[in-house]
Protein backbone atom coordinates (compact mmCIF):
# COMPACT_ATOMS: atom_id res chain seq x y z
CA UNK A 1 0.00 0.00 0.00
CA UNK A 2 1.68 3.22 -0.84
CA UNK A 3 0.41 5.92 1.48
CA UNK A 4 2.07 8.68 0.45
CA UNK A 5 0.13 8.41 -2.74
CA UNK A 6 -3.15 7.70 -1.21
CA UNK A 7 -3.12 10.65 0.80
CA UNK A 8 -2.03 12.69 -2.53
CA UNK A 9 -5.22 11.27 -3.92
CA UNK A 10 -7.46 12.41 -0.99
CA UNK A 11 -5.69 16.55 -0.79
CA UNK A 12 -5.70 16.31 -4.54
CA UNK A 13 -10.08 15.75 -4.58
CA UNK A 14 -10.31 18.32 -1.48
CA UNK A 15 -8.46 20.69 -3.49
CA UNK A 16 -10.67 20.60 -6.87
CA UNK A 17 -13.84 19.87 -5.04
CA UNK A 18 -15.99 22.67 -5.18
CA UNK A 19 -17.42 22.67 -2.17
CA UNK A 20 -14.34 21.79 0.12
CA UNK A 21 -12.34 24.74 -2.21
CA UNK A 22 -15.71 26.99 -0.26
CA UNK A 23 -14.86 25.55 3.24
CA UNK A 24 -11.32 26.28 2.65
CA UNK A 25 -12.01 29.95 2.08
CA UNK A 26 -14.39 29.69 5.17
CA UNK A 27 -11.64 28.14 6.95
CA UNK A 28 -8.95 30.29 6.80
CA UNK A 29 -11.56 33.29 7.53
CA UNK A 30 -11.40 31.51 11.07
CA UNK A 31 -8.01 29.66 11.45
CA UNK A 32 -6.49 33.85 10.34
CA UNK A 33 -9.06 35.45 13.49
CA UNK A 34 -6.48 36.68 15.03
CA UNK A 35 -3.34 36.62 12.63
CA UNK A 36 -1.63 38.33 9.86
CA UNK A 37 -1.64 35.88 6.90
CA UNK A 38 1.27 36.81 4.82
CA UNK A 39 1.36 35.03 1.03
CA UNK A 40 5.59 36.27 1.21
CA UNK A 41 6.06 35.36 4.83
CA UNK A 42 9.55 33.28 5.08
CA UNK A 43 7.46 30.49 7.03
CA UNK A 44 5.12 30.14 4.47
CA UNK A 45 5.18 26.64 4.18
CA UNK A 46 4.67 26.11 8.02
CA UNK A 47 1.81 28.33 8.27
CA UNK A 48 0.20 27.01 4.72
CA UNK A 49 1.20 23.53 6.47
CA UNK A 50 -0.73 23.83 9.80
CA UNK A 51 -3.83 25.26 7.38
CA UNK A 52 -3.96 22.02 5.65
CA UNK A 53 -3.43 20.26 8.98
CA UNK A 54 -6.31 21.63 10.53
CA UNK A 55 -8.96 21.79 8.02
CA UNK A 56 -8.15 18.04 6.57
CA UNK A 57 -8.28 16.12 9.94
CA UNK A 58 -9.83 18.86 12.51
CA UNK A 59 -12.09 21.22 11.36
CA UNK A 60 -15.36 19.79 10.87
CA UNK A 61 -17.08 21.01 7.43
CA UNK A 62 -19.85 23.71 7.11
CA UNK A 63 -22.10 21.63 4.77
CA UNK A 64 -21.56 18.18 6.13
CA UNK A 65 -20.13 18.34 9.90
CA UNK A 66 -17.57 15.99 9.00
CA UNK A 67 -13.85 16.71 8.39
CA UNK A 68 -13.00 16.76 4.60
CA UNK A 69 -11.47 13.61 5.21
CA UNK A 70 -14.19 11.68 6.92
CA UNK A 71 -16.24 13.50 3.80
CA UNK A 72 -13.55 12.03 0.94
CA UNK A 73 -14.06 8.64 2.16
CA UNK A 74 -17.66 8.94 1.93
CA UNK A 75 -17.46 10.62 -1.23
CA UNK A 76 -14.33 10.87 -2.75
CA UNK A 77 -13.33 7.36 -2.47
CA UNK A 78 -13.95 5.72 -5.48
CA UNK A 79 -12.47 2.88 -6.47
CA UNK A 80 -10.49 1.83 -3.49
CA UNK A 81 -9.86 -1.53 -1.95
CA UNK A 82 -10.99 -2.73 0.99
CA UNK A 83 -7.49 -2.35 2.72
CA UNK A 84 -6.96 1.20 1.40
CA UNK A 85 -10.65 1.97 2.63
CA UNK A 86 -9.50 0.73 5.73
CA UNK A 87 -6.39 3.15 6.04
CA UNK A 88 -8.61 6.46 5.28
CA UNK A 89 -10.64 5.75 8.86
CA UNK A 90 -8.05 5.57 10.14
CA UNK A 91 -7.74 9.32 9.17
CA UNK A 92 -10.44 10.16 11.91
CA UNK A 93 -7.96 9.11 14.87
CA UNK A 94 -4.35 10.92 13.82
CA UNK A 95 -2.63 12.26 16.48
CA UNK A 96 -1.59 15.86 16.40
CA UNK A 97 1.30 16.97 18.66
CA UNK A 98 5.01 18.72 20.01
CA UNK A 99 7.19 15.54 20.02
CA UNK A 100 11.08 15.12 21.09
CA UNK A 101 12.89 12.73 18.80
CA UNK A 102 14.68 10.02 20.89
CA UNK A 103 16.55 8.51 18.34
CA UNK A 104 17.32 8.27 14.29
CA UNK A 105 17.83 5.63 11.87
CA UNK A 106 18.25 7.67 8.57
CA UNK A 107 18.92 4.44 6.83
CA UNK A 108 15.76 2.89 7.99
CA UNK A 109 14.06 5.89 7.80
CA UNK A 110 12.67 5.39 11.14
CA UNK A 111 12.37 8.17 13.92
CA UNK A 112 11.55 7.13 17.19
CA UNK A 113 9.48 9.58 19.09
CA UNK A 114 7.89 10.35 22.48
CA UNK A 115 5.29 13.21 23.34
CA UNK A 116 6.83 16.38 24.66
CA UNK A 117 4.74 15.58 28.10
CA UNK A 118 5.74 12.36 28.41
CA UNK A 119 1.81 10.30 27.04
CA UNK A 120 2.96 8.37 24.06
CA UNK A 121 5.99 6.72 22.41
CA UNK A 122 6.00 5.65 18.72
CA UNK A 123 8.14 4.42 15.97
CA UNK A 124 7.47 6.56 12.59
CA UNK A 125 8.18 5.23 9.25
CA UNK A 126 9.63 8.92 7.99
CA UNK A 127 7.98 9.39 4.88
CA UNK A 128 10.43 12.83 4.01
CA UNK A 129 10.14 15.98 5.93
CA UNK A 130 11.87 15.06 9.51
CA UNK A 131 14.95 12.46 8.31
CA UNK A 132 17.30 15.00 8.74
CA UNK A 133 16.10 15.14 12.89
CA UNK A 134 18.87 13.90 15.30
CA UNK A 135 17.78 12.71 19.28
CA UNK A 136 17.14 15.73 21.56
CA UNK A 137 15.53 17.90 18.60
CA UNK A 138 11.64 18.78 18.76
CA UNK A 139 8.96 17.80 15.73
CA UNK A 140 5.80 19.59 15.42
CA UNK A 141 3.73 16.67 13.25
CA UNK A 142 -0.02 14.63 12.58
CA UNK A 143 0.43 10.76 13.04
CA UNK A 144 -1.48 8.04 11.24
CA UNK A 145 -1.62 5.50 14.30
CA UNK A 146 -2.04 2.71 11.87
CA UNK A 147 -1.82 -0.78 13.94
CA UNK A 148 1.44 -1.96 12.34
CA UNK A 149 3.18 1.06 10.79
CA UNK A 150 2.17 4.48 12.29
CA UNK A 151 3.09 7.17 10.22
CA UNK A 152 3.60 10.93 9.61
CA UNK A 153 0.84 12.48 7.45
CA UNK A 154 3.52 14.27 5.99
CA UNK A 155 3.69 17.60 7.12
CA UNK A 156 6.43 18.19 9.96
CA UNK A 157 8.46 21.27 11.17
CA UNK A 158 11.47 21.11 13.53
CA UNK A 159 13.11 22.77 15.98
CA UNK A 160 16.61 20.72 15.94
CA UNK A 161 18.42 20.28 18.86
CA UNK A 162 15.03 21.96 20.84
CA UNK A 163 13.82 19.60 23.68
CA UNK A 164 14.88 21.52 26.30
CA UNK A 165 14.25 24.59 25.53
CA UNK A 166 10.77 23.75 24.19
CA UNK A 167 9.69 21.72 27.35
CA UNK A 168 10.98 24.95 29.73
CA UNK A 169 8.28 26.59 27.96
CA UNK A 170 5.45 24.44 27.56
CA UNK A 171 5.85 23.68 31.36
CA UNK A 172 4.92 27.49 32.20
CA UNK A 173 2.52 27.59 29.26
CA UNK A 174 0.71 24.31 30.23
CA UNK A 175 0.34 23.53 33.82
CA UNK A 176 -1.96 20.59 32.87
CA UNK A 177 0.04 18.61 30.99
CA UNK A 178 -3.30 17.34 29.49
CA UNK A 179 -3.10 20.75 27.63
CA UNK A 180 -0.09 19.50 25.26
CA UNK A 181 -1.73 16.13 24.74
CA UNK A 182 -4.83 18.66 23.27
CA UNK A 183 -2.35 20.95 21.15
CA UNK A 184 -4.12 21.66 18.16
CA UNK A 185 -2.53 23.45 14.59
CA UNK A 186 -3.85 26.69 15.15
CA UNK A 187 -2.30 26.47 18.61
CA UNK A 188 1.11 27.25 16.82
CA UNK A 189 0.27 29.53 14.35
CA UNK A 190 1.63 32.35 16.60
CA UNK A 191 5.17 30.47 15.80
CA UNK A 192 5.13 31.99 12.37
CA UNK A 193 2.22 33.98 11.74
CA UNK A 194 3.08 37.75 10.83
CA UNK A 195 2.12 40.46 13.36
CA UNK A 196 -1.07 42.41 12.47
CA UNK A 197 -0.47 45.86 11.48
CA UNK A 198 -3.54 47.65 13.11
CA UNK A 199 -2.83 50.90 12.15
CA UNK A 200 -3.18 50.30 8.15
CA UNK A 201 -6.19 47.99 9.11
CA UNK A 202 -7.78 51.34 10.48
CA UNK A 203 -10.31 52.43 12.76
CA UNK A 204 -13.55 50.07 12.41
CA UNK A 205 -11.58 47.11 11.82
CA UNK A 206 -9.70 48.31 15.20
CA UNK A 207 -13.15 48.16 16.96
CA UNK A 208 -14.80 45.89 15.63
CA UNK A 209 -11.82 43.15 16.40
CA UNK A 210 -11.96 44.84 19.87
CA UNK A 211 -15.56 44.14 20.21
CA UNK A 212 -15.02 40.01 19.44
CA UNK A 213 -11.87 39.79 21.73
CA UNK A 214 -13.62 41.50 24.46
CA UNK A 215 -16.93 39.52 24.23
CA UNK A 216 -15.01 36.54 24.37
CA UNK A 217 -12.02 37.22 27.51
CA UNK A 218 -14.08 40.07 29.52
CA UNK A 219 -14.64 37.64 33.24
CA UNK A 220 -14.37 40.93 35.17
CA UNK A 221 -17.11 42.12 32.81
CA UNK A 222 -18.11 46.00 31.78
CA UNK A 223 -19.76 46.51 28.75
CA UNK A 224 -17.96 47.50 25.42
CA UNK A 225 -20.10 50.43 25.39
CA UNK A 226 -17.59 52.06 28.08
CA UNK A 227 -14.65 51.60 25.56
CA UNK A 228 -16.54 52.86 22.98
CA UNK A 229 -17.46 56.08 24.79
CA UNK A 230 -14.31 56.95 26.58
CA UNK A 231 -12.74 56.69 23.26
CA UNK A 232 -15.08 58.37 21.08
CA UNK A 233 -15.13 61.15 23.54
CA UNK A 234 -11.48 61.33 24.02
CA UNK A 235 -11.30 60.32 27.91
CA UNK A 236 -7.91 58.75 28.45
CA UNK A 237 -8.94 58.38 32.10
CA UNK A 238 -11.87 56.19 31.39
CA UNK A 239 -9.90 54.54 28.49
CA UNK A 240 -7.25 53.19 30.78
CA UNK A 241 -9.63 51.65 32.55
CA UNK A 242 -11.28 49.85 29.93
CA UNK A 243 -8.12 48.80 28.69
CA UNK A 244 -7.14 47.53 32.34
CA UNK A 245 -10.19 45.82 32.30
CA UNK A 246 -9.67 43.78 28.98
CA UNK A 247 -5.91 42.62 29.79
CA UNK A 248 -6.60 41.72 33.20
CA UNK A 249 -9.19 39.17 32.00
CA UNK A 250 -6.95 37.67 28.98
CA UNK A 251 -6.17 34.43 30.02
CA UNK A 252 -2.96 33.79 27.77
CA UNK A 253 -0.19 36.37 28.50
CA UNK A 254 1.20 36.09 25.22
CA UNK A 255 -2.33 37.81 23.53
CA UNK A 256 -1.86 40.30 26.12
CA UNK A 257 1.03 41.76 23.96
CA UNK A 258 -1.06 41.68 20.67
CA UNK A 259 -4.22 43.07 22.58
CA UNK A 260 -2.05 46.05 23.84
CA UNK A 261 -1.29 46.59 20.22
CA UNK A 262 -4.67 46.19 19.16
CA UNK A 263 -6.06 49.10 21.65
CA UNK A 264 -3.46 51.67 21.30
CA UNK A 265 -4.40 51.51 17.65
CA UNK A 266 -7.80 52.17 18.57
CA UNK A 267 -6.98 55.29 20.42
CA UNK A 268 -5.01 56.70 18.26
CA UNK A 269 -7.13 56.30 15.01
CA UNK A 270 -9.70 57.56 16.95
CA UNK A 271 -9.39 59.58 19.85
CA UNK A 272 -5.63 60.33 20.45
CA UNK A 273 -5.24 63.53 18.46
CA UNK A 274 -8.61 64.91 20.90
CA UNK A 275 -7.12 64.07 23.82
CA UNK A 276 -3.51 65.84 22.84
CA UNK A 277 -1.44 62.45 23.56
CA UNK A 278 0.91 60.54 21.64
CA UNK A 279 1.58 56.77 22.53
CA UNK A 280 4.25 54.80 21.30
CA UNK A 281 2.72 53.45 18.20
CA UNK A 282 2.70 57.13 17.08
CA UNK A 283 6.56 58.23 17.91
CA UNK A 284 7.85 55.24 16.57
CA UNK A 285 5.50 53.88 13.94
CA UNK A 286 5.83 50.37 14.64
CA UNK A 287 5.13 50.49 18.57
CA UNK A 288 7.73 48.88 21.16
CA UNK A 289 9.39 45.69 20.00
CA UNK A 290 9.08 42.32 20.89
CA UNK A 291 11.88 42.48 23.69
CA UNK A 292 10.30 46.13 25.39
CA UNK A 293 6.99 44.57 25.40
CA UNK A 294 7.72 41.11 26.34
CA UNK A 295 9.72 43.00 29.81
CA UNK A 296 6.92 45.80 29.78
CA UNK A 297 4.42 42.94 30.22
CA UNK A 298 6.76 41.15 33.10
CA UNK A 299 7.18 44.97 34.71
CA UNK A 300 3.04 45.27 34.40
CA UNK A 301 2.75 41.51 36.14
CA UNK A 302 5.37 42.36 38.78
CA UNK A 303 3.25 45.66 39.82
CA UNK A 304 -0.10 43.72 39.97
CA UNK A 305 1.58 41.47 42.23
CA UNK A 306 2.70 44.21 44.72
CA UNK A 307 -1.20 45.87 44.05
CA UNK A 308 -3.02 42.78 45.05
CA UNK A 309 -0.75 41.95 48.38
CA UNK A 310 -0.56 45.79 49.70
CA UNK A 311 -3.14 47.89 47.55
CA UNK A 312 -0.09 49.50 45.99
CA UNK A 313 1.95 49.67 42.57
CA UNK A 314 5.57 50.31 42.46
CA UNK A 315 6.57 53.70 42.80
CA UNK A 316 8.73 55.38 39.61
CA UNK A 317 11.94 54.40 41.03
CA UNK A 318 11.02 51.06 41.78
CA UNK A 319 9.83 50.62 38.35
CA UNK A 320 13.21 51.99 37.60
CA UNK A 321 15.20 49.39 40.02
CA UNK A 322 13.01 46.69 38.30
CA UNK A 323 14.62 47.62 35.38
CA UNK A 324 17.99 47.86 36.08
CA UNK A 325 18.25 44.16 37.33
CA UNK A 326 20.18 41.84 35.74
CA UNK A 327 18.30 39.17 37.62
CA UNK A 328 15.07 40.31 35.60
CA UNK A 329 16.78 40.41 32.50
CA UNK A 330 18.48 37.65 30.04
CA UNK A 331 21.87 35.97 30.61
CA UNK A 332 23.49 38.87 33.08
CA UNK A 333 21.95 41.67 30.96
CA UNK A 334 19.32 44.00 32.63
CA UNK A 335 15.75 44.68 30.62
CA UNK A 336 17.34 48.19 30.61
CA UNK A 337 20.03 47.29 28.70
CA UNK A 338 18.24 44.84 26.21
CA UNK A 339 15.53 47.16 25.52
CA UNK A 340 18.05 50.51 24.51
CA UNK A 341 20.42 47.59 22.04
CA UNK A 342 16.54 47.09 20.46
CA UNK A 343 16.12 50.70 20.54
CA UNK A 344 18.75 51.24 18.41
CA UNK A 345 18.79 48.76 16.46
CA UNK A 346 15.07 50.11 15.55
CA UNK A 347 15.87 53.40 15.30
CA UNK A 348 13.78 54.77 18.04
CA UNK A 349 14.55 58.78 18.68
CA UNK A 350 15.02 57.75 22.55
CA UNK A 351 16.74 54.55 23.37
CA UNK A 352 18.11 55.82 26.33
CA UNK A 353 15.16 57.21 28.10
CA UNK A 354 13.45 54.40 29.26
CA UNK A 355 11.12 55.01 31.60
CA UNK A 356 8.36 53.67 32.55
CA UNK A 357 4.93 54.58 35.60
CA UNK A 358 2.32 51.64 35.56
CA UNK A 359 -1.00 53.20 37.32
CA UNK A 360 -3.10 50.36 38.28
CA UNK A 361 -6.58 51.05 39.40
CA UNK A 362 -9.35 49.30 41.36
CA UNK A 363 -12.24 48.36 38.97
CA UNK A 364 -16.00 48.03 40.71
CA UNK A 365 -18.37 45.63 39.20
CA UNK A 366 -21.20 47.76 37.99
CA UNK A 367 -22.97 45.43 35.29
CA UNK A 368 -25.80 44.11 37.68
CA UNK A 369 -27.46 41.09 36.36
CA UNK A 370 -25.04 37.85 35.48
CA UNK A 371 -24.69 37.25 31.87
CA UNK A 372 -25.89 33.84 32.39
CA UNK A 373 -29.08 34.78 33.93
CA UNK A 374 -29.49 36.73 30.90
CA UNK A 375 -28.85 34.10 28.69
CA UNK A 376 -31.06 31.79 30.39
CA UNK A 377 -33.42 34.58 29.91
CA UNK A 378 -33.26 34.69 26.19
CA UNK A 379 -33.43 31.03 25.65
CA UNK A 380 -36.93 30.96 27.37
CA UNK A 381 -38.14 33.62 24.72
CA UNK A 382 -36.81 31.81 22.44
CA UNK A 383 -39.01 28.91 22.84
CA UNK A 384 -41.74 31.25 23.39
CA UNK A 385 -40.79 32.76 19.78
CA UNK A 386 -39.91 36.38 21.06
CA UNK A 387 -36.98 36.14 19.08
CA UNK A 388 -36.56 40.16 19.33
CA UNK A 389 -36.72 40.00 23.13
CA UNK A 390 -34.01 37.04 23.05
CA UNK A 391 -31.91 39.21 20.42
CA UNK A 392 -31.86 41.68 22.74
CA UNK A 393 -30.67 39.53 25.86
CA UNK A 394 -28.05 38.13 24.25
CA UNK A 395 -26.30 40.84 22.83
CA UNK A 396 -26.12 42.43 26.56
CA UNK A 397 -25.31 38.71 27.50
CA UNK A 398 -22.49 38.84 25.38
CA UNK A 399 -21.19 42.54 26.57
CA UNK A 400 -20.84 41.01 30.20
CA UNK A 401 -19.85 37.48 29.74
CA UNK A 402 -19.06 37.15 33.91
CA UNK A 403 -19.57 33.37 33.80
CA UNK A 404 -17.57 30.76 31.96
CA UNK A 405 -15.65 32.21 29.12
CA UNK A 406 -16.09 29.14 27.04
CA UNK A 407 -20.18 30.09 26.93
CA UNK A 408 -19.46 33.23 24.47
CA UNK A 409 -19.44 30.99 20.89
CA UNK A 410 -22.82 29.34 22.35
CA UNK A 411 -24.61 32.56 22.71
CA UNK A 412 -23.31 33.49 19.34
CA UNK A 413 -24.78 30.68 17.95
CA UNK A 414 -28.13 31.19 19.80
CA UNK A 415 -27.87 34.99 19.09
CA UNK A 416 -27.27 34.04 14.94
CA UNK A 417 -30.55 32.06 15.22
CA UNK A 418 -32.63 34.68 16.91
CA UNK A 419 -31.37 36.86 13.81
CA UNK A 420 -32.41 34.16 11.18
CA UNK A 421 -35.65 34.39 12.59
CA UNK A 422 -36.36 37.98 12.46
CA UNK A 423 -35.62 37.98 9.01
CA UNK A 424 -31.88 39.61 9.36
CA UNK A 425 -30.25 37.03 7.19
CA UNK A 426 -27.12 38.23 6.71
CA UNK A 427 -26.69 39.47 10.57
CA UNK A 428 -27.59 35.94 11.20
CA UNK A 429 -24.88 34.91 8.98
CA UNK A 430 -22.12 36.93 10.33
CA UNK A 431 -23.12 35.74 13.99
CA UNK A 432 -22.82 32.14 13.22
CA UNK A 433 -19.14 32.42 11.56
CA UNK A 434 -18.31 34.64 14.80
CA UNK A 435 -19.52 31.77 16.90
CA UNK A 436 -16.73 29.66 14.74
CA UNK A 437 -14.17 32.00 15.23
CA UNK A 438 -14.89 31.56 18.53
CA UNK A 439 -14.98 27.90 18.68
CA UNK A 440 -14.10 26.56 15.20
CA UNK A 441 -15.60 23.05 16.64
CA UNK A 442 -18.78 23.96 16.99
CA UNK A 443 -20.90 21.81 15.06
CA UNK A 444 -24.55 23.18 15.69
CA UNK A 445 -23.34 26.49 14.59
CA UNK A 446 -22.08 25.57 11.12
CA UNK A 447 -25.24 23.26 10.67
CA UNK A 448 -27.42 25.84 10.97
CA UNK A 449 -24.48 27.96 8.97
CA UNK A 450 -24.95 25.86 5.89
CA UNK A 451 -28.43 25.62 5.85
CA UNK A 452 -28.76 29.75 5.56
CA UNK A 453 -26.45 29.96 3.06
CA UNK A 454 -27.97 27.40 0.74
CA UNK A 455 -31.09 28.64 0.71
CA UNK A 456 -32.51 30.79 -1.98
CA UNK A 457 -34.90 34.06 -1.37
CA UNK A 458 -37.36 32.30 -1.93
CA UNK A 459 -36.24 29.82 0.30
CA UNK A 460 -35.63 31.68 3.18
CA UNK A 461 -38.85 33.65 2.75
CA UNK A 462 -40.72 30.49 2.96
CA UNK A 463 -38.53 29.56 5.65
CA UNK A 464 -39.74 33.09 7.78
CA UNK A 465 -43.03 31.92 7.20
CA UNK A 466 -43.15 28.18 8.90
CA UNK A 467 -39.96 28.04 10.33
CA UNK A 468 -40.91 29.43 13.90
CA UNK A 469 -44.44 27.41 14.22
CA UNK A 470 -42.75 23.93 12.88
CA UNK A 471 -38.93 23.79 14.78
CA UNK A 472 -38.80 22.07 17.46
CA UNK A 473 -36.79 23.32 20.30
CA UNK A 474 -33.92 21.31 19.85
CA UNK A 475 -33.75 22.33 16.12
CA UNK A 476 -32.99 25.72 16.40
CA UNK A 477 -31.57 26.07 19.58
CA UNK A 478 -28.81 25.38 21.55
Not at 11 to 38: G, T
Not at 221 to 235: K, N, Q, Y
Not at 337 to 345: D, G
Amino acid sequence: MNIPKLLDKMRNWIAYDPVMRQEMLEAKDEFFAFSEYDQDAGAKDNITGLLAEWFMYDRKTTRYLKTPAEVFLQYGAKGLTSTEKAFFKNLSKTIFGVFEVLSSDKEAGILRIKRLDGTGEWAIRDMKGSRSATAGSVIFARIIPLPDNPVFTGWVAGWPGGAADMRRIFSKAFANPEKITGFKPRHLLRLWAKPVNWIEKGEFFCKTRLAGIWQKWCGKSRPFAELESAVDAGDHSKYLIAEQTLVESCPDPEQVQEIMGLLQAYWNLASGSKAGLKTPVELVGEGPGPVEKSFLDMLGAANMTRHKKTGKEYSREENDAWLKTTANGEKGVSPFELISQERKARNHPYPDKIAYSIKIQGIANKTGEAASDKAQAATGFMMHKNFEKAARLYEDALTVLKHDKSISYRVLGNLGICYALMGERDRALETLREALRHNPDYDRARRHLGELESMTAAQYKKFLKNGPGHLTHSEWRE
